[in-house]
């Protein structure tokens, strides 16, 4: 798969996250500095929403947007995936009110860039993009956006979303 960042092409670590996989179980870091594991949205569909930094406006855009949507949702879990510290997408959840999506940091083990093929190699940030899994923890719709700093298909990712409640 062919993804640039700013115009140059990236190299991707870890393996790509097809439709119709198993989603991989991960860790991350709570804006509390507490663990939380995948295993907490076992049972419910889950958007994962990763961006590469809350600190640009197309991530500042997209933890929004779907911050707004998660509220039309139900028995949905909405969660953004950073490799922002946790300090900062504290304060971006303040500023932004963000509150009805989970925001995670991948900084501390890269498990979920590395799990799902989002990690960018050159400049250990993650890749744009989404992926939904259904209830049964089968991941059914995967987006990773071919320009970095270009917005997801957001209409995609939610028409799928509620393909699945």
Not at 93 to 98: F, L, R, T
């Given at each position: ?91 971006f ?6 509150e ?9 083990d ?15 940030l ?22 970095v700093?270009?917005e ?14």
């Open positions: 798969m062919d993804i640039t960042f700013g115009g140059d092409k990236v190299t991707l670590v870890g393996n790509e996250i097809k439709v119709g996989d198993k989603a991989p179980a991960f860790k991350a870091t709570m804006n509390d500095l507490s663990e939380w594991t995948s295993e907490n949205c076992d049972n419910k569909v889950v958007v994962y929403s990763v961006a590469p930094s809350l600190d640009t406006s197309v991530c500042a855009i997209q933890a929004k947007k779907f911050n707004e949507e998660a509220t039309k949702l139900d028995d949905v879990n909405v969660v953004t995936i950073t490799l922002d510290l946790p300090f900062a997408q504290a304060r959840c303040s500023n932004e009110n963000i009805n999506n989970l925001m995670v940091s991948d900084y501390k890269r498990e979920f860039g590395e799990k799902y093929g989002f990690l960018i190699d050159e400049v250990k993650l890749a744009r993009g989404v992926v939904v899994v259904d209830k049964e923890g089968v991941v059914q719709y995967v987006e990773y956006v071919p320009e700093t270009d997801v298909d957001f209409d995609k990712a939610l028409e799928e979303v509620k393909k699945l409640i």
